[in-house]
């Protein structure tokens, strides 16, 4: 079965340092969304593309966090510097919305720890 | 806007007892909505989905869930529950009625199992 694969599954990294997170969607699927839970709470988004171009990222916090997805596959999230706050799971997701599909497939995610 | 509550953060239950976990939203369209698990230190699964075709709907795992238009709700119930199903469970809805929108989560609730 097709799966979301996430790398690191786990970080733990100093304040202002830089990370990055690596995240290759399921084959086909055009959509992909970077989610963040912070502990005890539901995922919120950060940034959704469509193909290789942004759909929505209001709630990406722009001064220290970036996302791409050059070729339209997989995506790299990346943040500098990282601080405390940014302490969280961050939850990569796809789905096949050329089909017409409402499903989001999760991967396993990072855990991000700074320090 | 979109927005998902959910009732109780911890749920404890008996195996083989009813579980009931509740889930309300507010919803500017008639909304798409989610279940979903989520294991420690894992990504999430999709339990069911409701996308206005029947108002109950069945899922994996012997979950199911019934859309109440007129009471805003979506509560999951399994008859009877096991050791397994201890976890996370979050509901969320579809920011928009339109596939691949993004998903606006709910904070989630805890069940607990006991033997």
């Known amino acids: 079965e097709a799966e979301v694969a996430q790398s690191p599954r786990y970080k733990i990294t100093e304040k202002s340092q830089a990370v990055a997170f690596w995240c290759d969607p399921i084959s086909g699927h055009a959509t992909l969304y970077w989610y963040r839970q912070i502990l005890g709470q539901g995922p919120e988004l950060l940034v959704q593309?469509?193909?290789?171009?942004?759909?929505?990222d209001s709630q990406l916090p722009k001064d220290r966090f970036s996302a791409e997805r050059l070729k339209g596959v997989d995506s790299t999230l990346k943040i500098q510097p990282a601080e405390l706050g940014d302490s969280a799971m961050y939850l990569c997701?796809?789905?096949?919305?050329?089909?017409?599909?409402?499903?989001?497939?999760f991967g396993p995610g990072t855990r991000l720890t700074v320090t | 806007a979109q927005s998902v509550t959910q009732l109780g953060s911890h749920v404890s239950v008996s195996e083989g007892a009813l579980v009931l976990l509740r889930c309300n939203y507010s919803?500017?369209?008639?909304?798409?909505l989610f279940w979903y698990v989520q294991y420690p230190n894992q990504g999430l699964q999709l339990l069911l989905k409701y996308t206005s075709a029947a108002t109950l709907v069945k899922g994996i795992n012997g979950f199911e869930a019934e859309f109440k238009k007129s009471e805003t709700s979506f509560h999951l119930t399994k008859p009877s529950a096991h050791m397994s199903d201890a976890a996370e469970y979050f509901c969320?809805?579809?920011?928009?009625?339109?596939?691949?929108?993004?998903?606006?989560f709910g904070k989630g609730t805890t069940l607990s199992v006991s033997s």
């Open positions: 997701a796809s789905s096949d919305r050329d089909r017409g599909s409402y499903e989001q497939y």
């Open positions: 969320a809805v579809s920011s928009a009625n339109q596939a691949g929108t993004a998903l606006i």
């Open positions: 593309f469509q193909d290789e171009s942004v759909v929505d």
């Open positions: 919803s500017s369209v008639p909304p798409y």
